[in-house]
């Protein structure tokens, strides 16, 4: 996991951050290549945001080494900063002003001259769906077009890196897939994506490769085929049933390793006929058959016990 | 802590007061009128009815007394107000700073933005003050402008410490500790309303140690025409207190939100 990747954006090696008693983030080694979108996938209080924190220089960590573009964080966040965009967990537009004020205000704050400026503004705007509310306050926007602002805002100094912290939490579908696309366009243009996730299909559908996270540490890392394969059988029958023992039984006895979560009955196997034809036999069970995807990992690494305050 | 903070006077602290600037631009209206109204009411009030029984006082006439006394006062109330409840909104519930600090700039540069800001403010109501007594007729003459930058350097002065009850404080309640044990009572004895040399001289020696009488002791001589006295003490208690504030509010912010 620590051999170093040719032109890595981000390179972290035993990074650390405590408060108090409570370890944050527990030593974690990661390199992020440049141009590639690059996930941390983790339950709440896994850390993630912690770790996009220090990449900002905007928490100091408690040990280890960063660097972000060769430059060592915190000590060059300055630097850093301005050739990163951010999009923080929640909004931050200030409601002070309105959809094009926000982005002439933050365009300021990166020394950005005033024509440039409005050209960018345009652009984004377009980029944002959000050219025809240009002159409306930010308080009168609905959720998702106040996020789309917040990314827009965030590519004002055209950034190399774009740091995401949970970018669709919150969102409709709709809306979520509008996301995704932009964020894809980016991407394909050359930038380097980091973005935190619970969502594993966002996580599936933008990420090359990714970490999964929990308790401050990093459980495995690499591409979500990959990890899916790494880590569990290429079929899912999930029986839609309270769990008990005899359902487990009948899983395990057509070859399949069962897990129980909740109101289902979870079945791993190679070969899901046997399981299959046994349930086709029994009346009134609902069932799902599907190849296994990175929640399966996401649960299988991150353990299925609902945790302290989640 | 590490270091000794010094105002960061860069482009970053200019993005910061232009902000806060324009959004004053949209609020116009009310924000004069606070300027103008407020203080034209206690000078017509004060000035005028108390001045009646007064008569003179420190060799001029109350109204002129009062006057170049709420100038100062003044700027040190606008610029305390700005520095906590309008510095708290930004910092906290509307978290502009966050954005803020996502972009190349830094606490440093943020509250160096705040303190002009501030003292901008408390310009805007020296000004105001100024024009007020203009009318009334208790300005001596033209060097009375010169109590401008003194009122800003004040704005600067009090908009520290502000922001330093800022990085403590928990909600806006918290100011009224502020107001009520450190603002109102330095208003009441710092020559505002009457001499300091009228208060038991063992207060007149603490008096000294508190930044407003220094400004009242610049402030008054310009309006109204009467000798300046130890011009550079005055201003290096009033710049003193303005640049240790800031080196702590620095200090303070930093560990409340870089975290």
Redesign the interface.
């Known amino acids: 996991m620590t051999e170093p990747v040719n032109d890595a954006v981000v390179i972290a090696r035993g990074l650390k951050k405590n408060f108090g008693d409570y370890q944050a983030v527990a030593g974690v080694d990661f390199d992020i290549p440049r141009g590639r979108c690059f996930g941390f996938l983790g339950p709440n209080g896994a850390g993630k945001t912690t770790t996009l924190r220090m990449l900002l220089g905007l928490t100091p960590s408690s040990a280890g080494e960063l660097s972000v573009f060769g430059l060592p964080v915190p000590e060059q966040a300055r630097a850093v900063r301005a050739r990163v965009g951010s999009v923080p967990q929640a909004d931050n537009l200030d409601p002070d002003f309105t959809v094009r004020e926000n982005l002439e205000i933050y365009a300021s704050y990166f020394g950005i001259g005033r024509k440039l400026a409005r050209e960018r503004i345009g652009r984004l705007l377009e980029f944002a769906a959000l050219t025809d509310r240009a002159d409306a306050k930010t308080d009168t926007l609905s959720g998702g077009m106040q996020r789309r602002l917040t990314i827009a805002r965030s590519l004002i100094n055209d950034p190399e890196l774009v740091v995401l912290d949970e970018p669709t939490t919150g969102l409709d579908p709709q809306v979520r897939h509008l996301i995704w696309g932009r964020l894809a366009e980016l991407r394909s243009q050359g930038t380097t994506l980091i973005l935190t996730t619970h969502y594993m299909e966002e996580a599936e559908r933008l990420c090359d490769e990714l970490v999964v996270m929990d308790h401050g540490r990093i459980l495995d890392q690499g591409a979500p085929a990959a990890l899916v394969r790494r880590h569990v059988e290429p079929e899912v029958i999930e029986i839609r049933a309270v769990p008990n023992d005899e359902l487990e039984r009948l899983g395990q006895a057509s070859g399949c390793r069962v897990e129980r979560l909740g109101t289902s009955l979870y079945c791993y196997t190679h070969d899901p006929a046997p399981l299959l034809g046994k349930l086709r036999e029994q009346s009134g069970l609902t069932f799902l058959h599907r190849p296994a995807d990175l929640e399966d990992v996401f649960l299988k690494l991150t353990g299925r016990d609902l945790r302290k305050g989640a | 802590m590490k270091g000794i903070y010094l105002p960061r006077l860069g482009?970053?602290a200019f993005?910061?007061w232009?902000?806060n600037v324009?959004?004053w631009r949209?609020l116009i209206g009310p924000a004069l009128l606070m300027n103008f109204g407020e203080p034209a009411l206690y000078l017509l009030g004060l000035g005028f009815g108390l001045g009646h029984f007064v008569g003179d006082m420190g060799g001029m006439s109350y109204l002129a007394f009062l006057a170049s006394g709420i100038i100062a006062s003044s700027a040190m109330t606008t610029s305390s107000f700005e520095g906590m409840y309008s510095v708290f909104t930004r910092m906290v519930p509307?978290?502009?700073y966050?954005?803020?600090?996502?972009?190349?700039?830094?606490v440093d540069d943020i509250l160096a933005g705040e303190m002009l800001w501030c003292a901008t403010k408390s310009l805007f109501s020296g000004i105001a003050i100024l024009i007020v007594a203009l009318l009334l007729g208790v300005v001596a003459d033209w060097q009375a402008l010169w109590v401008l930058p003194v009122v800003f350097l004040i704005g600067l002065t009090f908009a520290g410490p502000a922001i330093v009850m800022t990085a403590f404080a928990k909600g806006y309640d918290f100011f009224n500790y502020y107001f009520v044990l450190a603002v109102t009572p330095m208003m009441l004895v710092s020559g505002v309303f009457y001499p300091i040399d009228t208060l038991p001289p063992l207060m007149q020696t603490m008096v000294q140690l508190l930044p407003l009488p220094h400004a009242i002791e610049l402030v008054r001589p310009l309006v109204t025409g009467t000798p300046l006295t130890q011009v550079p003490l005055h201003l290096a208690v009033l710049l003193g207190y303005a640049l240790v504030s800031y080196h702590f509010a620095v200090y303070l912010v930093r560990r409340r939100?870089?975290?």
């Not at chain 2, 966050?98 to 830094?106: D, K």
């Open positions: 482009p970053g993005a910061v232009r902000r324009l959004v949209k509307q978290r502009t966050e954005a803020i600090l996502a972009t190349p700039l830094e939100l870089l975290v």
